[in-house]
């Protein structure tokens, strides 16, 4: 059989490829021989799915909007003085009514934040 | 969990080619043989079935990872027979029971899979990574320390904005590249990264010439650098992306008896 060989191309461009552009290329890619008995050792789509968890990173994430963090208290210290802000907001609100604040009203949160 | 061992299979290519690649380390180190029927081989080699359990258990995938080896091995085997010729590469996880289960796939599909490699002769795949520049001009995500609650609202409607914005430039830039390299090859195809990334867009491109595809890449590339859409083009690789399945769907005869097809 005479096929034009179709590898003249320099090596180099091949160089930097991450587990992750691989993983992209190949991962679910490939000649599938339908109906073959074939000892089905791996479900592919399941371990796609696993992947493409496992390697988005935070930044990525962050771009498909899961950035919940950012509001975090614990993690995320402009949430915590937006907290303590909040608090004390309220705290004016409930003396400038002239009522008390209400004892169920102060979160876990809040009480957190205002010790910062 | 599994046990014992079966035949994994890399990449189906032209035999003769392929018969130099006897003994070459696949996955696990173990020597890689080819599997010949015709003038096909298959290339394989022994793999241990538990290892592919325990990647299904998996809570992380490293760089260090067996399955990281493993890919890596897939993917050396797969480009070491390109660089020997046309070549069929085979989804990663394949394996047969035994080697003569291997030939008897070959036999019954030597039609069907030398057409398809002589359909895919003299052309490789190569990957262009479409990524959008975050802009320098955008106002920062991150609120200043002030604690405005205003201020902080602004901010963030401002890089939603912002980020929708780079979203339609990244659109509208993989369209023209589409567009404007189509002529200089023969299939396209555009995928979303796996890791759900959304500043990057893949065109997977099926060139017959490498040059002209590189010199057909530099007007597009200039065209666009300025508006902070970078193009990254690597290859060549085996044609992963432009397999036809059709060719090899399963074919049976009145006695429901597989067959080679006609």
Request: hydrophobic fraction near 40%.
């Amino acid at each position: 059989m005479t096929l034009p060989n179709s590898g003249n191309y320099p090596s180099a461009s091949r160089s930097g490829d991450t587990l992750a552009d691989l993983l992209e290329r190949i991962l679910d890619k490939g000649i599938v021989i339908a109906g073959d008995v074939v000892v089905n050792i791996l479900d592919i789509e399941l371990l796609t799915l696993k992947l493409r968890l496992l390697i988005a990173s935070v930044d990525t994430a962050k771009q498909m909007g899961i950035d919940w963090w950012q509001d975090d208290p614990f993690l995320s210290r402009d949430a915590r003085a937006l907290q303590q802000e909040n608090q004390q907001l309220r705290q004016r609100v409930y003396e400038l009514e002239g009522t008390a604040q209400p004892a169920g009203d102060t979160q876990p949160d809040d009480v957190r934040g205002a010790r910062e | 969990m599994t046990t014992g061992t079966g035949y994994y299979i890399y990449a189906i290519g032209d035999a003769e080619a392929l018969a130099e690649l006897d003994g070459i380390p696949g996955i696990d180190d173990t020597a890689v043989v080819p599997v010949t029927h015709g003038q096909l081989s298959a290339l394989t080699s022994v793999v241990h079935l538990d290892s592919f359990s325990t990647v299904q258990q998996a809570t992380a995938v490293t760089e260090t990872s067996w399955l990281a080896h493993a890919v890596r091995a897939h993917e050396r085997v797969a480009l070491q027979a390109l660089d020997r010729g046309p070549v069929l590469p085979m989804r990663f996880g394949t394996v047969y029971a035994r080697g003569a289960d291997v030939q008897d796939m070959l036999r019954r599909r030597h039609a069907a899979l030398l057409a398809e490699l002589h359909r895919l002769a003299g052309a490789t795949e190569w990957s262009l990574k479409v990524r959008i520049e975050q802009s320098t001009d955008q106002p920062a995500e991150a609120p200043s320390a002030a604690g405005s609650g205003t201020a902080w609202l602004l901010a963030r409607q401002a890089a939603l904005q912002a980020r929708s914005q780079r979203t339609d430039r990244l659109t509208e830039c993989v369209e023209q590249v589409r567009a404007e390299l189509a002529p200089q090859v023969r299939d396209i195809a555009v995928s979303r990264p796996l890791d759900g990334a959304t500043d990057t867009v893949r065109i997977w491109l099926l060139a017959d010439d490498a040059e002209r595809l590189a010199a057909a890449l530099e007007p597009v590339r200039a065209r666009w650098s300025p508006a902070g859409c970078t193009l990254e083009l690597t290859g060549p690789w085996p044609p992963y992306h432009f397999l036809r399945g059709d060719a090899l769907e399963p074919v049976t005869t009145p006695t429901g008896q597989p067959e080679v097809r006609p």
